[in-house]
Every structure is written in structure tokens, then in C-alpha cells.
């Protein structure tokens, strides 16, 4: 395996590009070694890496990274396997989800094919043939044909397992899968979609702070004394300090007693005499200024993942909104993410089993366990 990640060290081809290039790079291997020399060369941005960098346990997506950086722009095609993690591992903003928008924002994903378990000498897991092109005809541009190979249908078994190899493609399979693969359109087994269709819009969502205060000496009394301070002594030692009270009405009293509130004291006193109540008052950045942003509760703060093709402000309203009518949306932290979710796509539901069959087949189990049992007292 080191030898394979030398060329992730060094591109032996620094001046030349290909028109087809065909592989099988290790799955699941980790690149740490490598990692200081790669991270280093994607901070050109004309580089192999630029797009971004998986995480360190798996370089697969670095491998196609460097088949696609030698595409010649004459003309390239590029078939390369991989297992499940480069198709939906990484959330929006990482280095996975972030190379996969590479692939779509340059059009130059064709077609990922899911191929049948059983086909390796190694592994029994699932893989995938991805298919790539710089020169698409117009009637692939901005698309991506998924094709659910992974069927009985298309393969046949073998004489001898070789390894974990235990089934071929059959000459059936290959031909209606390349059929599939040149119509180029949706069928039973493939669904042609939108790069668009891979795209989402990771959104935060934020909730109010609802703060109310009470026991304040019984809580300073227990803060460590790093923590403690004078100007919180000074609001401690005032008369009636524990009543209960809502954020406005705290620091409404504090203003009345002539306590200076600078920004770390309000702070300091939300940490560490606040309780949060789901029925008290919104709490807001200035205190006494309803006109201010509300503070967010971070232990509410929640994500949502929104389709590109599904317009934010509704889903919101309808979907986020409805559960919970005093949320927001940080629109300053969106991030977009990308991802091939093919299993999903290909999902075909399987009706659970009746009660009265697997009732059943547990009445025959205990049968038969019951004359085992007598067969050997009898023996």
C-alpha cells in the first residue's frame, strides 16, 4: 500500500495528461505519512489537491483527485472503483463533500455504476464504478446517470470461489448494462438526474435563551475561585439578590441598584446565575433592549439539510416552523454540501414478514427441537 501512496507523494507525470485512465486504489487506507506533503500541495490552487482533502483514514478521493488532474482537455475519460465512502462520506464544508462539488461544478462526473457484492478477491462489499468525462455530448452535460448494477440478474455464480470472489458478470449483465449506461435516461435500473439533484443547503437553525435567576448567593458560593469576581461579589451582597427573576427584570434590578453591566459581567451573570426555563421571557444581547438580537440557546441550536431544489424559506416555514415557532435560521453559517446518496435512491422497500409466518416458524423450530430431544432419550 505504500507503494501505491508514493504517487500521492510525488506525481511521476507532473507534465503530462492521458485520454483514458482506468483504476483500483485502495480502499479505506490511511495517508497520515503522506499527509504534511499533500496538505502542502493543495495550498496551490493549480494543484492535484486544491479541491480539498479527505480525512486522513481514507485517500481513495485522493487518488481519483490526481486521475482527474491528468485529464487531457482534448479529451479524457476516466473509470475508476471505490467503496461506499466517497459517495456521502463528509458532511457540507468538508473535504469529501467539497470534492464532489469539484467533480459537478466542472461537469465532469458521467455515471456511477453500483456493481454486484462478491466481484473481489479481497472483499464482499459493496462497490462502484465511477465514470468520468471532460468531453460530454450535449445530452450529458450537467447530468449523472446512476445505474443499480448490484443485481441477480446480471451476474452468474463461479465454479471455484476465489477468495471472497464468488460470482462473474455475465455476458447478460454486461451487455444491458452497457445498454443502460448508452441510452443514457431513466429505466428500472438507472435514474438519470440534475447535477442539482446532489446538492444541499446546510442550514442552522437557532432557538431563543430563556433565562431566569434565583439562589444567586447559593451559586456564587459554590463557583470555583478562579471564576469568582469583584464585581460579581458586588452583585451578590445586594439585599434581595435570590428573588426570581427574568432576565430584564435582573438586570432592570442590577440598573436600579446602580451596577454597571459591561459585557463580561452580563455574560459572567447569565453562566453562572441563569437557569433556563422554557417559559421565561426571550433573552436578548442587550439587556434591556428589546430591539437587540436575541441570544441563542446553543443547547437548542439544530441543522437541516435542504435539498437545492427545495426552496429554504418553506421548508422552514413548514418543516422547522411548525415545531417550533420561535426558531430562526443563521443564513451566515449556510454551507453547501454535495453527495451521491445511490443506495437510497435505489431503495426498494420489502414488506415485513406477517406475525402469523414467523409465529410459525417458531412452532416448527420447537418441534423440531422437541423430537431431537426425544430421538436422543430414545437412543
Known amino acids: 500500500m505504500r507503494i501505491l501512496t508514493h504517487l500521492l507523494l510525488i506525481d511521476e507525470f507532473r507534465d503530462q495528461k492521458f485520454n483514458f485512465m482506468l483504476a483500483n486504489p485502495p480502499y479505506g487506507v490511511d495517508w497520515k505519512r503522506e499527509y504534511d506533503s499533500v496538505s502542502a500541495e493543495a495550498e496551490d490552487k493549480s494543484s492535484r489537491f486544491a479541491p480539498g482533502l479527505p ?23 476516466v473509470g475508476i472503483l471505490s467503496n461506499g465512502s466517497p459517495l456521502f462520506n463528509g458532511g457540507a464544508g468538508s473535504g469529501w463533500s467539497n470534492i464532489r462539488k469539484h467533480m459537478l461544478d466542472n461537469d465532469l462526473l458521467d455515471a456511477i455504476i453500483a456493481l454486484p457484492g462478491g466481484l473481489f478477491y479481497g472483499t464482499g462489499i459493496a462497490t462502484y464504478l465511477w465514470i468520468f468525462d471532460n468531453k460530454k455530448p450535449e445530452s450529458h452535460k450537467n447530468k449523472v446517470l446512476l445505474i443499480n448494477a448490484a443485481k441477480d440478474e446480471y451476474v452468474q455464480p463461479m465454479r471455484k470461489n476465489l477468495g471472497m470472489k464468488n460470482i462473474l458478470v455475465s455476458d447478460y449483465g454486461r451487455n444491458e448494462i452497457c445498454r443502460i449506461y448508452h441510452a443514457f435516461e431513466t429505466c428500472d435500473n438507472a435514474k438519470l438526474m440534475d447535477k442539482d439533484d446532489f446538492f444541499y443547503t446546510y442550514i442552522t437553525v437557532e432557538r431563543p435563551l430563556r433565562l431566569i435567576y434565583k439562589d444567586v448567593k447559593t451559586k456564587y458560593a459554590a463557583l470555583d475561585e478562579k471564576k469568582r469576581s469583584e464585581a460579581l461579589a458586588n452583585i451578590v451582597a445586594l439585599d434581595d439578590i435570590d428573588t426570581e427573576r427574568t432576565d430584564a427584570e435582573f438586570f432592570a434590578y442590577l440598573e436600579s441598584k446602580k451596577i454597571k453591566t459591561t459585557a463580561k459581567l452580563i455574560k459572567d451573570c447569565r453562566t453562572f446565575f441563569g437557569e433556563v426555563s422554557e417559559t421565561a421571557p426571550e433573552v436578548h444581547v442587550i439587556p434591556l433592549d428589546d430591539s437587540s438580537d436575541l441570544v441563542a440557546d446553543t443547547n437548542l441550536r439544530d441543522y437541516e439539510s435542504i435539498p437545492f431544489k427545495t426552496d429554504i424559506q418553506e421548508y422552514f416555514q413548514n418543516e422547522v416552523l411548525r415545531f417550533a415557532p420561535d426558531a430562526w435560521m443563521d443564513r451566515e ?34 418441534e423440531d427441537e422437541e423430537q431431537s430431544i426425544q430421538s436422543l432419550i430414545n437412543d
Do not use: N, W
Open 55 to 77: 480525512d486522513k483514514s481514507d485517500g481513495q478521493l485522493l487518488f481519483t483527485l490526481h486521475m482527474l488532474h491528468k485529464m487531457d482537455p482534448k479529451g479524457s475519460r
Open 333 to 366: 453559517k449556510d454551507k453547501i454540501g454535495c453527495e451521491f446518496p445511490i443506495s437510497k435512491l435505489f431503495y426498494e422497500y420489502q414488506p415485513l414478514r406477517s406475525v402469523e409466518d414467523i409465529l410459525a416458524d417458531i412452532r416448527a423450530l420447537e
